[in-house]
């Protein structure tokens, strides 16, 4: 299985609006509505902002959003703010009961 | 609150077997809802699944890997564990256990554990 495909850095400038996208198969992203979505500060571990492609965890705030159309996901990030700097990572369920992860992007508050 | 608490070696030889444990505190590990996963990240690089296992024993493994990883759980010690065998310095990553949903009810990881770096060296 192939990781997903993510572009490696993003930015934008506090206040604005960035989208992180996440690019799969038909086998993964494509086929379930099983994708996830990691924010990763420098030396901490992962936590999850968004499941089952667009639903929420309590206490995850409402600026993060998620969607997906055929094999790709987006994560959306609005009213940017300098906390949001952190890597991010989606994650897809994949024919086959694995797991598949991107590759990781960068996001910088400019 | 449950959290997980990966521990282990930090350093293993080349040709030998990582072997690291996590212990789960404040729920337990044998939800009929949830599984349990390890994920590695190798330094300044991404996250890569290894595995996955439900309190009974049934596990699903990352296709690359499959044939070095064995994973296993003691419901009587709230743990699970992972074996990787045949170590190069490629297997060097800071490995975390993570509460996993998997399948038909979902996939995500929730919570994680804090991590566990383990290099691989003579």
């Known amino acids: 299985q192939s990781a997903l495909t993510q572009p490696a850095s993003v930015s934008g400038s506090p206040g604005q609006s960035i989208t992180i996208s996440c690019t799969g198969t038909?086998?993964?992203?494509?086929?379930?509505?099983?994708v996830s979505w990691y924010q990763q500060h420098p030396g901490k571990a992962p936590k999850l902002m968004i499941y089952?492609?667009?639903n929420r965890p309590s206490g995850v705030s409402n600026r993060f959003s998620g969607s997906k159309s055929g094999n790709a996901a987006s994560l959306t990030i609005s009213g940017l703010q300098a906390e949001d700097e952190a890597d991010y990572y989606c994650?897809?369920?994949?024919?086959?009961?694995?797991?598949?992860f991107g590759g990781g992007t960068k996001l910088t508050v400019l | 609150q449950l959290q997980l608490q990966e521990s282990g070696p930090g350093l293993v030889k080349p040709s030998e077997t990582l072997s690291l444990t996590c212990t789960v505190s404040g729920g337990s590990i044998s939800s009929t809802t949830y599984y349990w996963g390890w994920i590695r990240q190798p330094p300044g690089k991404g996250l890569e699944w290894i595995g996955t296992?439900?309190?009974?024993?049934?596990?699903y493994y990352n296709p690359s890997l499959k044939s070095r990883v064995t994973i296993s759980v003691d419901t009587s010690k709230n743990q699970f564990s992972l074996k990787l065998s045949s170590v190069t310095a490629a297997d060097t990553a800071l490995y975390y256990c993570a509460r996993h949903l998997l399948g038909v009810a979902g996939n995500w990881f929730d919570p994680w554990g804090q991590g566990t770096l383990v290099t691989v060296s003579s």
């Open positions: 296992i439900y309190y009974s024993g049934s596990t």
């Open positions: 038909s086998s993964d992203v494509g086929g379930y509505n099983y």
């Open positions: 089952e492609v667009s």
């Open positions: 994650s897809s369920y994949t024919s086959g009961s694995t797991v598949v």
